[in-house]
Nanobody, 125 residues
C-alpha cells in the first residue's frame, strides 16, 4: 500500500514558477509509474505529466515545454517543476502512483491505483 502526500502548492503571478512535491511511503517508488493530474473547478481531472517506472517522461500538450516531472527514488519523492505559469494552470494538483511494474498508457486516471489529497495552485494574471 502506497501513501502519497503533496506539498508546495501556493499562489503565483502569471509567468512565475512553482515546484510541487509528492512524498511517498509504504512502497518502493522505483516500482511504480508516477503521475501528476490536476482538476480545476467545474472541470474533470486531467493528466499533466508522468514518469514511467522503467524510465521516460511524458506530458500533456498544454504543459509541454513548461513543466517537468522529476523523481528521486531514493528519497521516495516526485516533483513537478512548473515554469511560465498561466492563469489556466490554476487547479488542485494531485500526485498518483500506478500498481507495481504497470505498463500501457499512463495518461488516464484509471491507470493509477494510489492518489494523494492534492495541493492547490493558483496563478493570477
Amino acid at each position: 500500500q502506497v501513501q502519497l502526500a503533496e506539498s508546495g502548492g501556493g499562489s503565483v503571478q502569471a509567468g512565475g514558477s512553482l515546484r510541487v512535491s509528492c512524498a511517498a511511503s509504504g512502497g518502493i517508488v522505483g516500482r511504480h509509474s508516477m503521475g501528476w493530474f490536476r482538476q480545476a473547478p467545474g472541470k474533470e481531472r486531467e493528466f499533466v505529466a508522468g514518469s514511467r517506472w522503467s524510465g521516460g517522461t511524458f506530458y500533456a500538450d498544454s504543459v509541454k515545454g513548461r513543466f517537468a516531472i522529476e523523481r528521486d527514488n531514493a528519497k521516495k519523492t516526485v516533483y513537478l517543476q512548473m515554469n511560465s505559469l498561466k492563469p489556466e494552470d490554476t487547479a488542485v494538483y494531485f500526485c498518483a502512483a500506478s500498481g507495481e511494474f504497470a505498463s500501457g498508457t499512463m495518461t488516464s486516471a484509471p491507470a493509477y491505483e494510489y492518489w494523494g489529497q492534492g495541493t492547490q495552485v493558483t496563478v493570477s494574471s
